[in-house]
């Protein structure tokens, strides 16, 4: 079983629509990432969380340290918005920015208009 | 946050020949992070590269087919050699930033083999 689980894998929303994707993990963390990928490959950091509630834009971020669980919700969805999201945890024990980063296998969003 | 150039974004190559991967960051940082994400897949961290020491690679990675170079604290390579068309992937450089966001990545090496 991967320590960290996303889903869904695959997510096609009508533009203006509130996108929920999940998270979770099985391992204690020192906090979360949520990443975006976009088709040629770059990734761009969103949000790095340890507890609560974090929000950019149209954009939130959640996490339930106790049952291991984060959600990155999208609000007034766009197509823009259409890339690979991507869950990681930074492994508790480990170094900060070091070798214990875990990475979900991606939520692969298109948002059509 | 650090700003991260990597080049080349793209590249097909001939199986058997090496290819290099830049990547300049805008402010000097202590570790760089290696990773390839083969077609479909998520990030696998390949090596840390440290400058002034060798690289750390991770299991399954070794410094003759992934050498690295950490000449500076702004600017590593890595190297693809003699390679194989499993090698097809996107290579990413990493640097932890700190602050909200923790990590800055670069925009990514699509690298096909031939």
């Known amino acids: 079983k991967n320590e960290v689980e996303q889903s869904p894998q695959n997510l096609t929303a009508q533009e203006g629509e509130f996108i929920t994707i999940n998270c979770s993990y099985s391992?204690?963390?020192?906090?979360l990432h949520w990443l975006q990928q976009h088709p040629g490959g770059g990734i761009v950091s969103l949000f790095m969380?340890?507890?609560g509630k974090k929000k950019h834009g149209r954009l939130i971020a959640t996490i339930n340290i106790q049952e291991k669980h984060s959600s990155l919700h999208i609000t007034a969805s766009h197509p823009r918005d259409s890339a690979v999201y991507i869950c990681?945890?930074?492994?508790?024990?480990?170094?900060?920015?070091?070798?214990?980063?875990?990475f979900g296998a991606g939520t692969i969003l298109r948002v059509k208009s | 946050s650090a700003v991260i150039s990597q080049k080349p974004s793209r590249d097909i190559c001939q199986r058997g020949t090496s290819l290099t991967i830049q990547c300049q960051v805008d402010?000097?940082?202590?570790?760089m992070f290696w990773y390839r994400q083969q077609p479909g897949q998520s990030l696998t961290l390949i090596a840390t590269?440290?400058?002034?020491?060798?690289?750390?690679?991770e299991s399954g990675f070794v410094i003759d087919k992934f050498p690295i170079s950490r000449p500076n604290l702004t600017f590593s390579t890595l190297t693809v050699s003699n390679m194989s068309p499993e090698d097809s992937s996107i290579y990413l450089c990493?640097?932890?930033?700190?602050?909200?966001?923790?990590?800055?990545f670069g925009s990514g090496t699509r690298l096909t083999v031939v």
């Open positions: 391992v204690g963390i020192s906090a």
């Open positions: 969380l340890s507890s």
């Open positions: 990493s640097v932890g930033t700190g602050g909200s966001y923790g990590y800055t």
């Open positions: 990681a945890v930074f492994k508790r024990g480990g170094m900060e920015y070091g070798n214990k980063l875990v």
């Open positions: 402010s000097q940082v202590t570790m």
């Open positions: 590269a440290n400058q002034g020491s060798e690289a750390t690679y």
